[in-house]
């Protein structure tokens, strides 16, 4: 890397000599390819007019730049926002039609900024530690400089010289001055919002022809490259592509990844940046789009609000540079048809060329169940995503075993969660926060979400004496990932996967395996195993976030009827009301829900005795920030606890024509075979046919033997586990 | 009606001694028909392939008839169920191919049945006052008979003699001895079940020509008119069509009106029956149509199921019937494009012909404001439903002052809903039902629905006391109707539409006025009048069961934190969780909320103290039945109230893009200017203008005139009612 920043310093010079404009978002190159090609594709075409039909009313009216006043979804804060796109739009069609008007109109808006912006200070409404000037939070300022840059960048020729030297001046520089210097601690973090800030002044520099902008921003403040836009792209991803934060941060920073590697491979080709740490930027695309539902949704770890699929801005433009840089793939035509457009950019203007023939769009996103590890040299744990079927009846489970993921990260060490034919049926809480409303503490992070949807509780993992892990502090979570034991994702029937934790929570080791089998039937089945070990008693809370209708369950309960009370005291327990709750011992019980037109049933051995919970979120809420969301806990008071649970999908309901088939749960019985320092053993009754889980504790070599008794048959296996079917070892995903 | 049944009692004779087969389902002409136009085209083709590709691999494998045991959702159900639709499926293609194949399938399983029926009692699930024998409930086995009779009388030729003896004995007619005469009481009804009876006994006799049960059928087992046929044509609707027992009961009916209309026409084509009663079924079908939501769900008043559209089985016959009798509308092909699919009927091949031209089918349904009486003569009150905007931005509010409505009527006088974009905003609970569900009480209606949904509390209107509506009691409510006093629907941006009642709460009138207003910068705007008298003191609660996401109260309210209680003891209230309350005085007080993209804020005039609650279904619910759904209360004690409430529709809030506008409520105050025994007159400031609502309260004369003083000002109007909007009168719509 260290080679690769010198070459760059040392090319700078001569090419600002002789800088060219455009060369942020587009590439001389770029633009001659989206001008030959637009004429006669009905995408493009769409494309161009529907960001004319937005811009065009603004070219002989006056644009607000008010000063800055509002929080998120006010009236100050929303018009800067639709300020900066409507400068980067009118770059677009500058640079396509030639039309003066918009280099105008640029100008226009961007002399506004410039007389704005050197009187600013911090903003009113700034509560964060990166405190903004145009916005409440200087993240927004990135946003704007970014996007302001292009523009300015695109529409260069089109300006007065006067002009941009006051632009540069005035509206660009306060702004850098600003986050690099008063914020140069949060310029240099690793973080997404690092990512946006170097991009922001990078960006700057390439447009207004600044070296030391392109250099702070590629090398950061100390300029010996341990922060900036290279450390960020070295350390936020593992070497696999998986972005640290996790899914909903990845769509966020990918495009300032993307759009200022766009700029830098435009400016600086020679770099070959899209092909940097093994074309880390492709696999980070490739990645993100395999990190979301049936329905484009990203799949909501840490904190995530579940209304952002891949149809964002950010995943177009993310699309269109990945195009560029790597060309056209079924999986980019897929999600940019259900973009429905296309960034006018050389990537989008390749996307839509491929989209003129139908036949090369796949019918559905080419899902595949995949590891990816954390951490920048891949050794702080992983997230593995197994999916079970085809087309709209695909499943996929998540099984979470990474490092903490930075300030959005939750206490949640291996977590599950469910996702059947689009619907999330095992839920990650998400995030309190409502994004852009501003009457909902103007779009921030809600105290919720602090106090509940972080904390262990609010996940489908264990739960150690009411106490979150890590005691819920990030400062001591961000030292550990688990580590993982064994996993088979090849298999297209067969899916396995397991993680084991010590650090979590003080004192007990958790393992936890999950078999994801489709059965020779059809019907899919989860076999979560769950391992706490301790020298000590501890109360041990497993929660089922399940989302769904409650139909059925196989044990009495006593529910609440004209009161209720909280399922504790700390912790995020004091969100979650009880509204039912049972003592069962020595049983497997049943607990059926239905979500759409399916059911699922939960069966749970339950060796000894178990106290078990139906709460639901949405106590000590004083400001109906929270949703009212459902909980199954099963609790259990022990020192060593296997927790054996199968959660199966099963039955049709079609609520139009009245009908439901297999509505009733297959499971009929759950086994402790073997449990012991050397193996567990689970045997589970589907339909009268014994499905048989084994599983090595501490000896996971691939070619270690393993031998138990059961009935006075002898069984064995090689490996860190198996499962027998019918008597039958399977294996390669057969019957 | 008399003449018509004579002379349908001359002309059975003759006719059945020439009795002609297929006659039930299809004429000959219609066969014909059928038969011509069934090759190139698509859509034909296409429904054609999809009953062939179910019932095909039947023809030569066993169909079980098992022994009737479980209730709905259970195997024996699902399975009468699913035979039911294979025979009329059989018969159909027997028709259409000709395929001895598709008649023998017919005639084995019809054989089976006949081996089966003879020997059934009461069946063993029974729980109903109409116990089946095939099912649980006896208007399952009319389903089967309508099915089945339809079946057979397509096979009919294709059926050698001896079997057809053995059906006609010992298949149908156990069947017909059952509900007609074990039954009799329910097969005289005048009720949806007895529409299917009717229809089932009709249709076995025109099948079997079987003069006696086709008497039967149309004229009760009286024979004198008073029940069957033609009294539930004549007594179950209203002049314009609207179906006494709601829309969602409507479908249901629909569907054996349509289906034995039909098979009387073909059977008697001189009676005219589609023209019975000035074409009732026609207006029955179309109002049943404008019944529905965008998203072409129906409305759910009384008890109803949020599921059931347009696109469920009963409307694909019903939409075939209507076609064939009244021709192809654009409605019709609007609803048969959502069905994707067409019966191979005449009908439905008449609707596929016409969408082969897509320019045919309009982008929208052709929604409409409408007014429906209810009750025989169009004297039980009756259904308001204003509606604004087009296309995707329709709104849609209901304003019910029908008859009870039968068994599944709610106790919800002068109830408001509101639906805006295919959304629910103010709701209706709907029923307490899991149908087809085996695990939710065999699919019927659960304890929860009597108890809490069909309360006064689960809706948006005045409980007087805690208590329901005539007291809950469905004997006494059968007797009353409020009455209408003004309303005017022509106009496109101004709707209104007002009700009284004297005869729900006792002691106490309620007036209730709705005024849905699209103003001049297109924002939709409620203004909800609510007037109570009385002699006496009361407590006045009136809810609104909003949907959505709480954004922000006006007022300081006190939530429940580590502990909650029920709303109240009795009448659905304790069926509420308090979540929050507040005490208020002399303000006007603003509740606002988000639903997908769009905010609704309540404003509402707080004259002296009132009580304000949170409150959220789902508490005394020990097998999870019910919803958690929203609910604010307004509860004032007074003998005089007028509540005066503005809903209104605002902003837009872009999940994706991160933006919000329009986010906070135009409501600035709200005034009581006059009320008094002569007149209201309410004054609402709206981003600064003045909107007055004036209504007389007694004089309801047209011609009348009007006045009173406003800021020294003289105000006249003429009319019932009257709206100014910065000081000028509005009428006809326009601003």
Redesign the interface.
Known sequence: MFRLLTTISLFLLSSLLYAQHPVGFYSKADLDYVKANLVGNALLQQSLASIKKETDPWLDKPVDVPMPKDA??GYSH?RH??NYLLLFNSGILYSVTGKQAYADLIARVLLQYAKLNPGLKKHPQATSSSPGRIFWQALNDANWMVYASMAYDMAFNGIKKSDRDLITQNAFKPEVDFITQDLSTWFNLIHNHAVWATAAVGMVGIATDNEQYIQLALKGSSGNGSSGFYALMGQLFSPDGYYTEGPYYTRYALLPFMIFANALENKFPEQHLFQYRNAILEKAVNTALQHTNLDGMFFPMNDA?K???Y???EMLMALNVATKAYGVKPAYLFVAKKQGRVLLGKGGVQLAKAMADPKAIPNWFPYTSIENTDGPSGKQGGLDILRLGKGEELSSLLFKYTSHGLSHGHFDKLNLNLFDGGKEILQDYGSAR???????YG?RYLPENGKYAVQTIAHNTLVVDETSHFKGEEKIAENFAPIKRFSALGQPNLLVASAMDTNATTGVRMDRSVYFLQMPNGQKILVDLLKASSATQHQYDLPFHYLG????ASFPYQ????????LGKKNGY?YL?K??EANVANTMLQF?F?NGKTFYSLSSLIQDSAKLF?A?S???????NLR?DPVFVIRKNASNQTFVNVLEIHGK?????????G??ASVQQINLVQDNQEMTVASVMVNGQALLICESRNDLNKNSQHQFEMGGKKMEWIGPYAIFYQGRKLSGGTY
Chains 1, 2 share one sequence.
């Open positions: 998120a979804g929303e926002k639709a609000i209304d952002k699929d149809t964002t801005g409502f994004v852009g409303v501003e009457q909902k779009g209708q409650f139909i059925h529910s609440s009827k004209n009161s209720m009370t909280v004091q009301w509204e039912a059926s239905m139906f639901r949405g106590a000590n809420d004083p400001d109906f009212h309901y079609d609520p139009v024509m009245e009908t439901s088939s509505g009733n």
